[in-house]
């Protein structure tokens, strides 16, 4: 069974609309619209809000029986907390000291962490620290990192088409031959809003101060023109000197940014995760290595 499937079969069956899911569950509709089609994974947490806003028990979102299902018999199974002892060496474990193993709080088998009385809510810990990501809003622990969320919304595209066609006119049979090349960047309207800070271009500041100083030149030349001679060249010494200042300024502007303001909002664009439950954005510290 699909999970995706299985939401919107249940979302439909409820008469609700995907506005309707996303105001009872506070989650977005894009979110739900990627779920729904299997693009998004989301997390027991996400699921339990999902089910309360359908007013259906958890178990109906992997099983499509009338009744719940029946359980076999679990007499023979360890418990979690055998389990985690036998990890353990035999030792019994508690929520401080699971997290004392930091990063070896993890199992082997799909790589989550040990719930034995505490929730990490998608952990990475060290063992110099632990480390926990959630939404500060929502508590959700469905954070992606924005660079990669800016990363999935760009599309390059790069196709090439040709064209055939025979046509008969008064002037007998032709044929018509023709091809057309599309290359380009296709960016979503997310992707575009997470996008990185950039730096000022050089480039852009001198083009712009050759079109001013052109036009403030234009101007100049239209006014001797229109006016009897003598003409006095005050305003050019006056614009040359004002001209000057203000490329000087906006050049050491250009510089500072680009050396020192932009690093740092590169660096708080790099440690932001946006919360792919309710779109909060939050800033969190990494590890070096990580």
Not at 13 to 18: E, I
Not at 41 to 61: F, H, K, R, S, W
Not at 83 to 111: C, F
């Amino acid at each position: 069974m699909v999970i995706g499937d299985r939401l919107r079969e249940l979302r439909e069956a409820k008469n609700l609309s995907q506005e309707d899911v996303e105001e009872r569950a506070g989650l977005l509709c894009c979110y739900l619209s990627g779920v729904e089609n299997g693009e998004t994974v989301p997390a027991i947490e996400t699921l339990e809000g999902i089910a309360c806003a359908l007013d259906v028990p958890l178990y109906q979102l992997f099983y499509d029986g009338e009744e719940p299902p029946a359980l076999p018999n679990l007499s023979n199974r360890r418990s979690a907390e055998e389990i985690a002892s036998s990890r353990s060496g035999g030792a019994k474990l508690t929520p401080k000291g699971v997290q004392g193993m930091g990063g070896r709080a993890y199992n082997g088998l799909n790589g989550s962490a040990i719930r034995l009385g505490i929730s990490f809510h998608r952990n990475w810990a060290a063992e110099d620290g632990a480390m926990d990501l959630h939404c500060p809003r929502c508590k959700s622990t469905n954070l992606k990192k924005v660079s990669l969320a800016y990363g999935e919304g760009l599309y390059r595209v790069d196709t090439r088409t040709r064209l055939t066609g025979v046509f008969i006119g008064s002037g007998g049979p032709d044929m018509i031959v023709g091809s057309a090349r599309t290359k380009g960047l296709h960016q979503t309207e997310l992707s575009k809003t997470l996008g990185p800070p950039t730096k000022w271009s050089y480039l852009k500041l001198v083009l712009w101060s050759g079109i001013i100083s052109l036009v403030a030149l234009v101007a100049y030349v239209n006014h001797v023109m229109a006016s009897p001679p003598p003409v006095s060249a005050l305003p050019v010494e006056i614009y040359a000197v004002l001209f000057s200042v203000a490329f000087v300024f906006l050049l050491i502007l250009f510089w500072r940014h680009n050396h020192s303001t932009y690093q740092q909002l590169y660096a708080q664009w790099n440690r932001s995760f946006i919360c792919e439950r309710c779109g909060a954005m939050s800033q969190h510290e990494l590890p070096d290595n990580w």
